[in-house]
């Protein structure tokens, strides 16, 4: 069964709205929670590490007033987009450290803003 | 360093055949080789993954070989499916309570009945 649940499945936003999307651990507790863009046939690029109690830590070149990561509890983690512009159109996928350093994927979230 | 350089960008193979799929590093701190499985439109799912103090590992149809001095590692899928026509995704993760996970840039599968 699933892993992770990330919800919604897809968003549609207008410009200059923010959008937030959830990350959910269902088996076990997760203090390293990470945050995942793909783009239509590209590799997954990592956005940032989320740690819950703490703030997140963001890969170069990801602006984190932009997007904002909230890892409040062991099981939930949230990543908001702030402002979004058309190119941030994408794929967002969470992703949780398991047992043995093994990470598991949520299904994804589209976010489409117009 | 931090780069998994993944080959080849697209692959066919036709029914019953074997799906070869290649990675590379230069980071010799990664220490979890995980590969991943992506349809279109879901995210990966683990299919297997091995340690750098073994040089194969199989489950069912998967089988990944390292070799650790050529800091090279890859995916042999046999008798491969039509079902198997999707993305896979190499990864390496470093050491340490970081686990972060570098991805290759992908090989779209696709194989044929």
Redesign the interface.
């Known amino acids: 069964g699933a892993v992770?649940s990330?919800h919604p499945s897809r968003v549609i936003c207008k410009s200059g709205t923010s959008v937030k999307i959830e990350c959910r651990s269902l088996d076990f507790q997760a203090t390293?929670m990470?945050w995942y863009r793909q783009f239509p046939?590209?590799?997954?690029?990592?956005m940032a590490?989320s740690n819950e109690g703490s703030k997140a830590t963001y890969e170069q070149g990801v602006e984190k007033d932009k997007f904002l990561i909230n890892h409040a509890s062991l099981t939930l983690s949230t990543l908001t987009v702030t402002s979004a512009h058309p190119e941030d159109s994408s794929f967002y996928?969470c992703?949780i450290?398991g047992p043995g350093?093994?990470?598991?994927?949520?299904?994804?979230s589209?976010l489409t803003v117009v | 360093q931090q780069q998994v350089k993944q080959s080849p960008q697209s692959l066919i193979v036709q029914k019953g055949g074997i799906s070869i799929i290649n990675c590379a590093y230069e980071n010799t701190a990664f220490d979890?080789f995980?590969w991943?499985q992506q349809f279109p439109?879901?995210?990966?799912?683990?299919l297997i993954?091995i340690r750098p103090d073994v040089s194969e590992k199989k489950e069912g149809r998967f089988t990944i070989s390292f070799n650790k001095s050529a800091k090279q590692f890859s995916l042999h899928i046999m008798d491969s499916q039509p079902g198997d026509s999707a993305t896979y995704?190499c990864a390496a993760?470093l050491s340490g309570?970081?686990?972060?996970?570098?991805?290759?840039?992908?090989t779209?599968l696709q194989v044929k009945p």
């Open positions: 992770v990330q390293t990470f046939k590209q590799s997954l690029m990592l590490t996928i992703g450290r350093n093994t990470i598991y994927f949520g299904e994804g589209w | 979890y995980p991943y439109g879901k995210g990966p799912a683990l993954a995704f993760t309570n970081t686990g972060k996970l570098i991805f290759g840039q992908g779209t």
